[in-house]
Structures are given as C-alpha cells and as structure tokens.
C-alpha cells in the first residue's frame, strides 16, 4: 500500500544498530522520523488509509506504540486506548499476562475504555517475536471486542511475529520488512 517513494525514505531514515541493547538484536531507531514533520504526516497517512472504515478504535502498545498510534485514532476520528506496562494506571484495570524470554510481564488497559463488539485495531512501532502484540490482542478480545486488524512500521520477518498473529484471524499490515 505505501509509495515506493515513502518506502525508501523511511527506508534511508531509520537507524539500523548493530548489537544494541545486547549482542545479535539489530536495533531499528525510529527517532529520526520525529525529525521530520513532513514525513511523519506521510506515515501517518498511510497506516490510517490502512484502517479507514474498519476500526472502531485503535490500542497502542507501550511506549512507542503511542507515538504513531494516537495520530492514527485522530487521523480516523476514533478513540484511542492506551495499553501499558503493569502499575501505571489506577483502578479497576483488565490485565493480560505474559511470558517474556526470561520470566513474565503484565499489560493493562483502564476497564470500560474497551467496548464490547469493537473492532480494534493493534498498533506499536515494530512487530519483532509478537509476544506482546498477541498478549495485547488477548487482552482486548477478554473485554468482549474483536481484533481486526494490526498495523507496523516495521516488521521483522526471521522473528516470525506474523505467524503468531494469525490465529486471531486480523489483517496484519507493516510498511517495511526486514
Ligand atoms: P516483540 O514482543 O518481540 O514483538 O517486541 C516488540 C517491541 O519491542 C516493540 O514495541 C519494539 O518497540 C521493541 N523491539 C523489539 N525488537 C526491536 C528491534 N530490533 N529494534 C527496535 N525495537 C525493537
């Protein structure tokens, strides 16, 4: 769906790291997008041409998952609901548990902000193992609403997150693979 003009310019911006956090991760740095205004806008374009008509709202994943996620429920004119780390927002939360290479972690959203029969779309910046992808997909479908679609701004195709996406029956959309 995206240019191939928008492709290769986001292609140019990205940072690629080598080793970073930990030896074997080849860490993508979204930062310089934020640099560019213009290009930001182009992004956001086509992730909303993406989910036009199809979603009633969208959930972005913490942290980066906000940074194009809010844009994008703005950009359609629907709410956007914020998916965070354990302990980060008060009570009553819905909460989905998960396992993490080493041990588990906890996502949360404030109860009642997910409607029941909703269609959601998921977004974060970059889809790498789907570990938290799926548990946020989990998380929303417990509260009644049904996940039809994921976007991306990047994903990683070795790690294999799209095929543990599948089973939720959602379109999956990223503008660039690696
Ligand atoms: P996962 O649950 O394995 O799909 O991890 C996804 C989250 O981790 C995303 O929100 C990314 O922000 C971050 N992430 C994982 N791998 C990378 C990477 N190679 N470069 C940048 N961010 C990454």
């Known amino acids: 769906m ?7 310019k986001l292609e140019e911006t990205i940072e690629n790291f ?13 930062s310089p997008i934020f640099l560019d205004s213009k290009l930001y806008k182009h992004v956001i374009a086509d992730l909303a041409a993406f989910s036009k008509g199809k979603v009633d709202a969208v959930c ?3 942290s980066r998952g906000y940074l194009f996620g809010i844009a994008i429920a703005v950009a359609l004119e629907v709410p956007f609901i914020l998916i965070r780390k354990a302990g980060k927002l008060p009570p009553p939360v819905a909460s989905e548990k998960y396992d993490l290479e080493y041990g ?11 409607k029941p029969g909703q269609r959601i779309l998921i977004h974060d910046d970059l889809l790498a193992t789907g570990g938290t992808t799926e548990a946020a997909a989990k998380l929303v479908e417990k509260q ?5 679609q994921f976007s991306f701004l990047i994903g990683l195709k070795d790690l294999k997150g799209h095929e543990k996406l599948r089973k939720f029956g959602a379109e999956i959309y990223n503008i660039l693979e690696y």
């Not at 995206?2 to 290769?8: M, Q």
């Not at 588990?104 to 997910?114: K, M």
């Open 2 to 8: 995206a240019s191939k003009e928008l492709i290769k």
């Open 18 to 30: 080598p080793d970073f956090p930990v030896p074997g991760i080849q860490f993508k740095d979204i």
């Open 60 to 62: 972005g994943i913490e």
């Open 104 to 114: 588990s972690a906890i996502i949360e959203t404030r109860e009642g902000q997910i």
């Open 144 to 148: 009644g609403a049904n996940v039809s």
